[in-house]
């Protein structure tokens, strides 16, 4: 039964469902669009279709150099992209000082950062094999499990509390992806190959692990280290592996290749595009989440799709429309409603109430409480716990970064 309380507001229990009914009129009737549709919320998503567009770029530089110069070379495409990382912020970490310094870095997490450049450079490696294998349909399809894998990874390591309205968000942009398929078959552009499907299949759920993985770490590093360290340290140990094996698996393919200006323009911009996305996907990624980018990437196929129409010849489909317009309404769905940490664990990774500069864990509780309720009546619109703490002053000796 509801009770008011002290202050003449009427109290709802959530056990009765009358009183629960009485909670989403109550809410529905304080909704506010402009509460909603922020600028913060606009700048997202044109900041995600950005991304979305430099995947685009990549995917119609390496189209060319496979159709029309029969260039089969994906790791020196990787390699040239990691080297300019390398040159721009790891030389950048060379001249920081302090503990920010290259060498400290390498000292205290050369093992962490050397296992993440190797599954970031395996990921890409393993996708652009897989279409030797298996289908078009099945690569969109399956690429997609990076989505569920990446939720899961979040939940677990970065203690991120996920909505009902985040799930069904996501499943409104797999949707999306699904109508787009359904036109390409209906256009006919299952492309690919179908020598072994079980294979191809298998390195693109690989694939996509593999960029759940990266992704996440990512994601903890941008917001509890640094950027540029996250850069630098992929520049350097993505350089060195992808290296060893350019030379080791396509130095025939290298050989091969009829150089000219126009393969070496279709190269730089494939390179420059991968950078772009590699040095601002990061901001993103602080400013939302890795899930919310991985949903804003769904819509770089169709991108991609919309400059085959005029560079490729490929047939349009009103579908791809449609597909496009669901993939956005799921995107914009999934960041009007803010992801908070988990009631249980409310601490970040490897930060205690004493490295947080608490008193006591009460004072963390509160602060999470405190937090919670005040998204629940709309203060906090579209931007996480951890977005809201993550600037806040502590004592001298600081939040734990460790990694």
Not at 279 to 292: G, L, R, Y
């Amino acid at each position: 039964m509801a009770e008011k309380d002290p202050e003449g507001i009427i109290a709802t229990d959530p056990s009765n469902n009358d009183d629960r009914k009485c909670l989403i009129i109550r809410k529905l009737l304080k909704f506010n669009p402009k509460e909603v549709f922020t600028w913060q919320l606009v700048k997202t998503v044109a900041m995600g279709q950005g991304l979305a567009a430099l995947i685009c770029g990549t995917a119609v530089t390496s189209q060319y150099l496979a159709s029309d110069y029969h260039v089969d070379a994906p790791m020196l495409q990787s390699f040239m992209s990691y080297t300019l990382l390398c040159l721009t912020y790891t030389t950048a970490l060379l001249f920081r000082t302090g503990d920010e310094n290259m060498f400290p870095i390498l000292k205290k997490r050369w093992w962490k950062y050397l296992l993440l450049g190797l599954v970031d450079v395996e990921a890409n490696y393993t996708v652009v094999k897989a279409y030797q294998y298996t289908t078009l349909t099945s690569i969109q399809l399956l690429d997609c499990f990076v989505i569920p894998v990446l939720m899961i990874l979040s939940c677990w390591f970065l203690k991120t509390c996920y909505r009902p309205v985040h799930y069904v968000s996501v499943c409104v942009c797999l949707l999306g992806v699904g109508a787009m398929v359904g036109a390409d078959l209906l256009a006919g552009r299952d492309l690919g190959s179908t020598s072994d499907i079980l294979l191809g299949d298998g390195l693109v759920l690989l694939s996509a692990s593999l960029y759940a993985v990266s992704n996440v770490c990512q994601e903890y590093t941008v917001k509890h280290l640094s950027r540029v360290e996250f850069l630098g340290m992929v520049g350097l140990f993505g350089t060195l592996i992808s290296g060893i094996q350019l030379g080791v698996l396509e130095h025939n393919n290298v050989s091969n290749i009829q150089w000219d200006w126009r393969i070496g323009l279709l190269f730089a911009g494939y390179a420059l595009c991968m950078y772009t996305l590699y040095s601002c996907m990061p901001i993103v990624v602080k400013k939302t989440s890795a899930t919310a980018v991985n949903l804003s990437l769904l819509s770089a196929d169709l991108l991609s799709l919309f400059c085959g129409l005029f560079l490729f010849q490929y047939t349009f489909s009103g579908l791809y429309m449609v597909s496009l317009v669901i993939i956005l309404v799921g995107f914009v769905a999934f960041n009007t409603v803010a992801t908070t940490p988990d009631p249980a664990d409310p601490i970040a990774p490897s930060v205690g109430w004493e490295e947080g500069g608490y008193d006591n864990p009460d004072d963390i509780i509160e602060e999470v409480v405190v937090a919670v309720l005040e998204e629940e009546e709309g203060e906090h619109t579209g931007v996480s716990w951890n977005q809201r703490t993550q600037n806040k002053e502590v004592p001298a000796e600081g939040r734990s970064t460790k990694m």
